[in-house]
């Protein structure tokens, strides 16, 4: 049966049990059937799909989205990708659910692992309320199929001493996991957080993930997400982020491979004062493919927001990049910037980008700009002319070219690794 | 060390040297003058090794070797070193990052072994004097925001890092004020010696009485149209290049 299908039909639903879920959670999860049911997975060409045939590369795959059962995580799995010298407080998931043997932090972190039957108050506030169903096939897949939701909560001027870092670790089944996250805050808290998706080479699987972050009136809240995953690896992830009050806002992604990746980054800019940083690198090769969508929204005054994503695509790899930028009405005084920069290095790769502003305020600064292009070969003699060799100077370049996305990343180790596989793509082992 | 044979060269189909002879010896300083346009930083990207000019005749060795035969990396390790005439900003790279490296390559090159950090640092130290130029440039991307003066002075630097067998520098006067100009020749002077040779492309008379050519040559029109010595420099001041055009285009009607 094909996904679209599968996907609306009652017998998808039919492993769920969802008699248990507490009365809020239950109501969100029936929207989200109901969306699912209603408006199946993206059709081909669909508006917001329309680089990226999700659906037909999943029924290619003849992937089931049936959520994917807990494996063994082999030792060598999890000492894959580990980056040196970060100390950090790990949340492991095993193919998208959470795995305490696998999990260490501190006892001083608020975690819950929440399986929908009781519901803390902040929990039952925040689940589901950035996250709609109704706006994307697979936040509602998410909200359907994922059984626990990993809950971080952070309080009022709790600054955390470690990042926390979410190993998502998948097997190699064409099945389906649906890892959820929830953080929220209180006023003047800070943390950082990591995501990583951990797979043997050769690995086929879905990952459906999402995660909704609540930033609370001044706090300073930083995400960063590496993908560097199996050459057959299909992800489809959305970050929803709310932002209050003067709260400041990073999202770190660097993208190094994968078969099929889809990364929805949702901000919302809901009071004034607020700053959204949203910072992205896909270095690919290879047939990836990697579909970046963004938007912020600036609900409310005096918020800026800052994006700078930028690729370097090699062999039959494809780049899509969309960002939207929403100004209402009311928010006067905004600055909203926007930057997306490309450099092809093979005639086979391709990006497809394209900025969408809807301003409805008058008194606003907005940029936007995007550039695809080669090499520059002026650059490239110079520094051979000084004895560099073409291969060392390329990598030069490039890593100048990609340095800038990555540079304000804060956590030493977090960013060392980082221009370590920079480098690694990009040849610059000079 | 230098040898020039008949050289032509064109860019997409329009050919801009054609024909050029010319001998280098160690030791020696060759003034090439010329009008704007005649193909003076042509030559000289050419030797460089830039890839957009085919050359269609002729041949170049460089202390024994066929040079058209080397990438321009190979050239730079080999000894050829390009002062710009334009300079490139490269903005993320690292001045002293790009310069370590270059260093390094070329001595991988010749068989020695790379400098670490430490005698790296103390070699930029001693060259920097040399050319009395600012750290702080250095520490900056390369080339990036830096005005003209800065631009030629950093490329005066990076040969006297390199050291190199054969310097061609490409107008490397024009833009800079007396005192820089100064500055300039003097570390050109500096590093002269019995065993390396020096070409110097300008069109003003100016920098030679700094840096003291053996010979003089005029390029016009792709070729060498005549060849003296410091003294024809001084005529072409005098007289500007009227007379050379027309005793050229004169002659070939
Ligand atoms: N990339 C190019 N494409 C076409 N013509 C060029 C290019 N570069 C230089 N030329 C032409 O070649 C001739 C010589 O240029 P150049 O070597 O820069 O002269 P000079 O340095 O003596 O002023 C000029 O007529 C110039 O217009
Ligand atoms: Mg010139």
Redesign the pocket.
Known sequence: MELTQQAQTAEFFKRLNPNKLAQNRLDIFNQAKEALIKNGLPKLKEEEYKFTAITKTLDKAKVSLLPAEKFDISASLTRKEVIADLDADIIAFNNGVYDANLSSYSPSLNVNVEDGSTETASFKKHFGSYAKADKDAFIALNTVYAKEVVHIHLAKKEVLTKPVIFRYYQSNNQETSYPRVLITSEEFAEGAFIEQIISEEGSGYFINGLTEIYCAENTHLQYHKVQKQSKEAIEVNTLEVFQEKSSTFSSYLLSLQGGMLRNNLNITLNGSGGEANMNGLYLLNGQSHVDNHTSVDHREPHCNSNELYKGVLDDSSRGVFNGKIYVRRIAQKTNAFQQNNNILLSEDATINTKPQLEIWADDVKCSHGCTTGQLDEEALFYLQARGVGKVSARAMLLEAFAADVIANVSIDSLRNYMIDNIKERLGAHY | MLSIKNLHAN??G?E?LRGINLEVKPGEVHAIM?P???????LASVLAGRE?YEVSEGEVSFLGKDLLDLSPEDRAREGIFLAFQYPVEIPGVSSTNFLKTAVNQVREYRGQEPLDAVSFLSLMKSKMGLVEIDQKLLSRSLNEGFSGGEKKRNEIFQMAMLEPKLAILDETDSGLDIDALRIVANGVNKLKSADNATIVVTHYQRLLDYIVPDYVHV?YKGRIVKSGTKELALELEEKGYDWIKEEVDGATV
């Not at chain 2, 704007?36 to 042509?42: C, L, Q």
């Open positions: 860019i997409e329009t801009i010329g704007n346009g005649s193909g003076k930083s042509t957009e390029l």
